[in-house]
């Protein structure tokens, strides 16, 4: 190894040269993109302050940007906002992939042009690859075209015959397919897969490139559906890091990549003195007392006590801080709260932020200061991007400055002393405030700010809090205390509601609060129809807390076990320890009696995994997914299938299989499956079943149905496939309905099938936790409903209001309905006749 000779860049133009931070663009300025300097030019033409490769170079003429032969690049954008010139005033004289010299013109400009039409002619030289640089020049002063003005160190390289080795690799370009970009989760998702690696790795789009570990970074490329991005890395684990983090890309770093909504925003209007409109955010109603909440002032010190000390007290509470956000993830019931919150904790690592805050340290700043100055500058740079995700996501950023600006001060959080009835009114909420929210109290929130992607709105949604986002600003202007009535399903805050409105939501409230204490209270009571029928209503879950939690519900045992909730928002596997004492847990937590359905990885599609490279796919969701890509991997399948197994004996266990649309894959299963418990000398082999997701596996339920123990439906899928819609498409999300008669004939085909051979038939999806659907699942001949674990005691009451013949009767008939909407109506008509007609079962 020898070290790399230092690298001189020449000024690219004659003029007045200013320190970076002096630029009024905080992209520029907060070295977001890299480190540099600016030139206000006296001429006009851009010339190549190094050798190297135009690497790309814009149509519109104002920035392109230079690789050089050891890696180095360089970004040269002339002006600020020069881009809404659309290339007037420019004039390209090199081509993207040209090798050019160094003093080579590379682009002409008109400066009286530029001047006169964009914010500023200043020009940036910046190295976006992050190599340590001097400056040969006063920060300050006229420089001349061609004058040395920069020495970098590029580091240390291989020596070999190979030109190329110790360069940085570069994939091929490929298209994001994230329908609103690389926001928050995401972006953190992608980060902590690159932190993964030891290579230096960089994300590049167009000419903006981004350190892949720093989730500001990679938010600040502002990206969107449609860009052209690369990966490069420079290491030795480089080639690893490219293909792991591409196919990651290609399959929407954890996000569904349905298309995205044509048409314009939603539009905020004031239609009386009377009603506000904004936009639902959660669905719902609420009548209530209005209470306006606003965080109070903090009062700053800028002046630190050393930097020593300041450093350690950004340390303690940047910790405290990653605790709670790790005590607020376990108590997150749902998927989506765990990741908000895990997007939150990501930000508290990111390197971008910590550098600024460190920066300021250096400079005599306090540590509250400098962490405020820090998280407030990026989250201005988000709100001023132009981009409402990105506005949005400056909430995340602000939530978690204030989370450790706190900490740093020693002020500690009060709840708010709320009324009762309270509809929260302010500028903003934070996703902190709205998950620790007291439920009893609160009825509902109305927020100027926001919208309807945003993670408070996901927060009021798995709290079941009606919500809207983007109110007019005279919100806030109502007195505490006025009577209002929200109707979030229509976006609407009712400042003098009609009475008669009031009482009947009233008390169709009071209803729904009755009829699920009630069901609360006869959980415990077995689910049998009126004419003695019994129906197995199980839980489907992720945690060994969902467990125990299913169970004071009275949940009759676990019929989807997600075992993947081992695997994902982590850098490697679990180890086999770790996945069998999670197994044993749960399987003890159930007792003998119980039934444990655990179903095998299922991930792909929807679902990557940082630490399982797949190969991009034009549609993942029709490729490797679930016992695909575990058959692909054997050695994956059989360590889960040895850490399920070692839960044998202590619960009455059972495998499922994800995904299967071929018996060949249920006997190469099963094969390694017996092959693994022989090896651990056990006489007896769990059920073995599968799940009914792909159409073909239906409609040859007869010919699987000798070789499996059990089938259990997963309706989401099989609803998305047998209608040819993706389930997470927003135009299509309410056609892609379970309710669907091909649907409801593909259950009852497997359902027949199974029972001719004496196997039993569950429903895992999310159709069994529907009360609606209960019915017509009984009338089919479904056995088991497995179902959201706060569910389970109103599913189980639904089933002793019904009677099986009757099920049988509106199965039948609904059977031969046309559409799902046809189907829904049909089984409200027989809800509501139920209702009226059932007894009040006493306990």
């Given at each position: 190894m020898?070290?790399?000779?230092?690298l001189?860049?020449?000024?690219?133009?004659?003029?007045v040269?200013l320190?970076l931070?002096?630029?009024?663009?905080?992209?520029?300025?907060s070295?977001?993109i890299?480190?540099g300097?600016?030139?206000?030019p006296?001429?006009?033409?851009l010339?190549?302050?190094?050798?190297?490769?135009?690497?790309d170079?814009?149509?519109?003429?104002?920035a392109v940007?230079?690789?050089?032969?050891?890696?180095?690049q360089?970004l040269?954008h002339i002006?600020?906002?020069?881009?809404?010139l659309?290339?007037?005033?420019?004039?390209?004289l090199?081509?993207?992939g040209?090798?050019?010299?160094?003093?080579q013109?590379?682009i002409?400009f008109?400066?009286d042009y530029?001047?006169?039409?964009?914010?500023s002619l200043?020009t940036?030289?910046?190295v976006?690859s992050g190599?340590?640089?001097?400056l040969?020049?006063?920060?300050s002063?006229p420089?001349t075209l061609?004058?040395?003005?920069?020495?970098?160190?590029p580091?240390?390289?291989?020596e070999t015959?190979?030109e190329?080795?110790g360069?940085?690799?570069?994939s091929?370009?490929l298209?994001?397919?994230n329908?609103?970009?690389?926001?928050?989760?995401p972006?953190?998702?992608?980060?902590?897969a690159?932190?993964?690696?030891?290579?230096?790795?960089?994300l590049?789009?167009?000419?903006?490139?981004?350190?892949?570990k720093s989730?500001v970074?990679?938010?600040?490329?502002?990206?969107?559906?449609?860009?052209?991005l690369?990966?490069s890395?420079?290491?030795?684990?480089?080639?690893?890091?490219?293909k792991a983090?591409v196919a990651l890309?290609a399959?929407?770093?954890?996000e569904?990549?349905?298309?995205?909504?044509?048409?314009?925003e939603?539009?905020v209007?004031?239609?009386s003195t009377?009603?506000?409109?904004?936009?639902c955010?959660?669905?719902?109603?609420a009548?209530?007392?209005?209470?306006?909440?606003?965080?109070p002032?903090?009062?700053?010190?800028?002046t630190?006590?050393?930097?020593?000390?300041?450093?350690?007290?950004?340390?303690?509470?940047?910790?405290a801080a990653?605790e709670a956000l790790?005590s607020?993830?376990a108590?997150a019931?749902?998927?989506?709260?765990?990741?908000?919150?895990?997007?939150h904790?990501?930000?508290?690592?990111?390197?971008t932020?910590?550098e600024q805050?460190?920066?300021l340290?250096?400079?005599?700043k306090s540590a509250?200061f400098?962490?405020?100055?820090?998280?407030l500058a990026?989250a201005?740079?988000?709100?001023?991007?132009?981009?409402?995700?990105l506005?949005?996501r400056?909430?995340?950023l602000?939530?978690?400055?204030?989370?450790v600006?706190?900490?740093?001060l020693?002020?500690?959080?009060r709840?708010?002393?709320?009324p009762?009835r309270a509809i929260?009114?302010?500028?903003?909420?934070?996703p902190?405030q709205?998950a620790?929210?007291?439920?009893h109290?609160v009825?509902?929130?109305?927020?100027?700010?926001?919208g309807a992607t945003?993670?408070?709105?996901?927060?009021?949604r798995?709290?079941?809090?009606?919500?809207i986002?983007?109110?007019?600003?005279q919100?806030?202007?109502?007195?505490?205390?006025?009577q209002v009535?929200l109707?979030?399903d229509k976006g609407?805050l009712?400042l003098?509601?009609?009475?008669a409105?009031?009482?009947?939501l009233?008390?169709?409230h009071?209803?729904?609060?009755?009829?699920?204490q009630?069901?609360v209270a006869q959980?415990?009571l077995?689910a049998?129809?009126r004419?003695?029928?019994?129906?197995?209503?199980t839980?489907?879950?992720?945690?060994?807390?969902?467990?125990?939690?299913?169970?004071?519900?009275?949940?009759?045992g676990?019929?989807?076990?997600?075992s993947?909730?081992l695997?994902?928002?982590?850098?490697?596997a679990?180890?086999p320890?770790?996945?069998?004492g999670?197994y044993?847990?749960?399987a003890r937590?159930?007792g003998?009696?119980r039934?444990?359905?655990?179903r095998?990885l299922?991930?792909?599609?929807?679902?990557?995994?940082?630490y399982v490279?797949?190969?991009?796919?034009?549609n993942?969701?029709?490729?490797?997914?679930?016992?695909r890509?575990?058959l692909?991997r054997?050695?994956?399948l059989?360590?889960?299938?040895?850490?399920?197994?070692a839960?044998?004996?202590?619960?009455?266990?059972?495998?499922?299989?994800?995904m299967?649309?071929?018996l060949s894959?249920?006997?190469?299963a099963?094969?390694?499956?017996?092959?693994?418990?022989?090896a651990?000398?056990?006489?007896?082999?769990?059920?073995?079943g599968?799940?009914i997701?792909?159409?073909?596996?239906?409609?040859?339920?007869d010919v699987?149905?000798?070789?499996v123990?059990?089938?259990?439906i997963?309706?989401?899928?099989?609803?998305?496939?047998?209608?040819a819609?993706?389930r997470?498409?927003?135009?299509?999300?309410?056609?892609?309905?379970s309710?669907h008669?091909?649907?409801?004939?593909?259950?009852a085909?497997?359902v027949?099938a199974?029972?001719?051979?004496?196997k039993?038939?569950g429903?895992c999806?999310?159709?069994?936790?529907?009360?609606?659907a209960?019915?017509?699942?009984?009338?089919l001949?479904?056995?088991?409903?497995?179902?959201?674990v706060?569910?389970i005691p109103?599913i189980k009451?639904?089933?002793?209001?019904?009677?099986?013949?009757?099920?049988?009767?509106i199965?039948?008939?609904?059977?031969?309905?046309?559409?799902?909407?046809q189907?829904?109506e049909?089984?409200?008509?027989?809800?509501?006749a139920?209702?009226?007609t059932?007894p009040v079962?006493?306990?």
């Amino acid at each position: 190894m020898t070290a790399t000779q230092p690298l001189e860049l020449l000024a690219p133009l004659s003029g007045v040269l200013l320190a970076l931070d002096k630029v009024p663009d905080p992209v520029f300025s907060s070295r977001l993109i890299g480190d540099g300097l600016c030139i206000d030019p006296t001429s006009q033409t851009l010339c190549a302050p190094l050798a190297g490769v135009i690497s790309d170079i814009q149509d519109t003429g104002h920035a392109v940007s230079i690789t050089a032969d050891n890696g180095v690049q360089v970004l040269l954008h002339i002006g600020l906002d020069t881009v809404n010139l659309a290339g007037k005033g420019f004039s390209r004289l090199v081509g993207e992939g040209q090798r050019v010299e160094a003093g080579q013109p590379l682009i002409e400009f008109d400066a009286d042009y530029v001047a006169l039409n964009a914010r500023s002619l200043l020009t940036l030289m910046l190295v976006v690859s992050g190599e340590p640089f001097a400056l040969l020049a006063s920060d300050s002063g006229p420089v001349t075209l061609g004058q040395p003005l920069v020495r970098l160190s590029p580091g240390e390289t291989a020596e070999t015959e190979d030109e190329e080795e110790g360069d940085a690799l570069f994939s091929k370009p490929l298209t994001l397919p994230n329908a609103n970009g690389l926001h928050a989760r995401p972006a953190a998702v992608f980060a902590q897969a690159a932190k993964g690696f030891d290579a230096s790795i960089y994300l590049h789009k167009q000419t903006q490139s981004a350190n892949a570990k720093s989730l500001v970074a990679i938010m600040a490329l502002q990206t969107v559906q449609g860009d052209t991005l690369q990966v490069s890395a420079a290491g030795e684990d480089a080639a690893a890091a490219i293909k792991a983090l591409v196919a990651l890309l290609a399959e929407g770093c954890g996000e569904s990549v349905a298309a995205p909504v044509e048409g314009v925003e939603p539009r905020v209007s004031l239609a009386s003195t009377s009603l506000l409109r904004g936009v639902c955010a959660s669905p719902g109603s609420a009548f209530g007392q209005v209470v306006q909440v606003a965080e109070p002032a903090l009062s700053i010190p800028e002046t630190g006590g050393g930097e020593a000390l300041e450093r350690a007290a950004l340390d303690r509470g940047l910790h405290a801080a990653t605790e709670a956000l790790q005590s607020l993830q376990a108590k997150a019931v749902g998927s989506a709260q765990a990741q908000i919150f895990r997007a939150h904790q990501e930000l508290l690592e990111d390197p971008t932020l910590l550098e600024q805050a460190h920066d300021l340290l250096a400079v005599g700043k306090s540590a509250a200061f400098a962490w405020n100055s820090a998280t407030l500058a990026t989250a201005q740079l988000f709100q001023g991007l132009g981009n409402a995700l990105l506005a949005e996501r400056a909430a995340d950023l602000a939530d978690v400055g204030q989370r450790v600006l706190k900490l740093i001060l020693g002020i500690h959080d009060r709840a708010w002393e709320l009324p009762e009835r309270a509809i929260l009114i302010a500028e903003q909420l934070t996703p902190s405030q709205t998950a620790s929210l007291d439920t009893h109290k609160v009825l509902g929130f109305v927020t100027v700010g926001g919208g309807a992607t945003s993670h408070v709105a996901i927060l009021a949604r798995a709290l079941g809090l009606p919500a809207i986002c983007g109110v007019p600003p005279q919100v806030l202007t109502l007195a505490d205390g006025r009577q209002v009535l929200l109707d979030a399903d229509k976006g609407e805050l009712h400042l003098d509601p009609d009475l008669a409105e009031i009482e009947q939501l009233q008390a169709t409230h009071r209803e729904q609060i009755a009829r699920r204490q009630r069901d609360v209270a006869q959980a415990r009571l077995a689910a049998i129809t009126r004419d003695g029928h019994h129906v197995e209503v199980t839980a489907n879950v992720a945690s060994l807390q969902e467990v125990e939690q299913s169970l004071s519900l009275g949940g009759e045992g676990v019929g989807l076990l997600r075992s993947e909730f081992l695997y994902l928002d982590r850098h490697r596997a679990p180890s086999p320890e770790e996945q069998a004492g999670t197994y044993n847990a749960i399987a003890r937590a159930l007792g003998p009696e119980r039934n444990l359905v655990v179903r095998t990885l299922d991930v792909g599609g929807d679902k990557p995994l940082a630490y399982v490279p797949m190969d991009a796919e034009t549609n993942p969701f029709l490729g490797l997914r679930g016992i695909r890509l575990c058959l692909e991997r054997p050695e994956l399948l059989r360590e889960q299938f040895r850490a399920i197994l070692a839960s044998a004996g202590l619960t009455r266990l059972h495998i499922m299989l994800p995904m299967v649309s071929l018996l060949s894959e249920l006997r190469l299963a099963r094969t390694m499956l017996e092959e693994e418990a022989l090896a651990l000398g056990l006489t007896e082999l769990p059920k073995l079943g599968i799940m009914i997701e792909v159409p073909s596996a239906a409609l040859m339920a007869d010919v699987f149905a000798p070789h499996v123990d059990f089938f259990s439906i997963g309706t989401n899928d099989l609803t998305q496939y047998t209608l040819a819609m993706d389930r997470d498409h927003p135009r299509l999300a309410s056609q892609a309905d379970s309710f669907h008669p091909a649907v409801l004939r593909l259950i009852a085909t497997t359902v027949k099938a199974a029972h001719a051979h004496g196997k039993w038939v569950g429903v895992c999806g999310a159709l069994a936790s529907e009360a609606l659907a209960v019915p017509v699942l009984i009338g089919l001949g479904v056995d088991e409903l497995s179902v959201s674990v706060p569910l389970i005691p109103t599913i189980k009451a639904t089933v002793r209001e019904l009677d099986l013949a009757d099920c049988q009767i509106i199965a039948h008939q609904v059977l031969g309905l046309e559409e799902a909407a046809q189907v829904r109506e049909a089984l409200r008509l027989y809800h509501a006749a139920t209702v009226e007609t059932s007894p009040v079962v006493e306990h």
